[in-house]
């Protein structure tokens, strides 16, 4: 069974920097994608990045595009996200979560197609 833990979230003021980690457990392959998204209060969880492990191609939704990283550790079997010049409207519950399918950006808007969540951390930044 696939198990996601994310950490790394907190509280930031705006143009701040957090790093998120998600560490993997449980797979029987090295190649399948593992994705971040996001939730905030009376919205719906949305894709913010992907990356496939097998080439390290990665994929951003415009709103994050040139502030978030995402990247991978292979070795730890950990998936980073690393956020700079952050706003106030990226305060969310961030999520990774993992998928044998697709790792665009069109695979990202559809949340029914990861099938792996983990728990949650949570990014607050403040203006």
């Known amino acids: 069974q696939v198990q996601l833990v994310e950490s790394g979230g907190g509280s930031v003021q705006a143009g701040g920097s957090l790093t998120l980690s998600c560490a993997a457990s449980?797979?029987?392959?090295?190649?399948?994608?593992m994705g971040w998204f996001r939730q905030a209060p009376g919205k719906e969880r949305e894709g913010v990045a992907s990356?496939?492990?097998?080439?390290?191609?990665?994929y951003y939704v415009d709103s994050v595009k040139g502030r978030f990283t995402i990247s991978q550790d292979n070795a730890k079997n950990t998936v980073y996200l690393q956020m700079n010049s952050l706003k106030p409207e990226d305060t969310a519950m961030y999520y990774c979560?993992?998928?044998?399918?697709?790792?665009?950006?069109?695979?990202?808007?559809?949340?029914?197609?990861?099938?792996?969540w983990g728990q949650g951390t949570q990014v607050t930044v403040s203006s």
């Open positions: 449980g797979y029987t392959d090295s190649s399948h994608c």
């Open positions: 979560a993992a998928s044998y399918r697709s790792c665009t950006t069109a695979a990202m808007a559809r949340t029914a197609m990861w099938t792996y």
């Open positions: 990356i496939y492990t097998g080439s390290g191609f990665t």
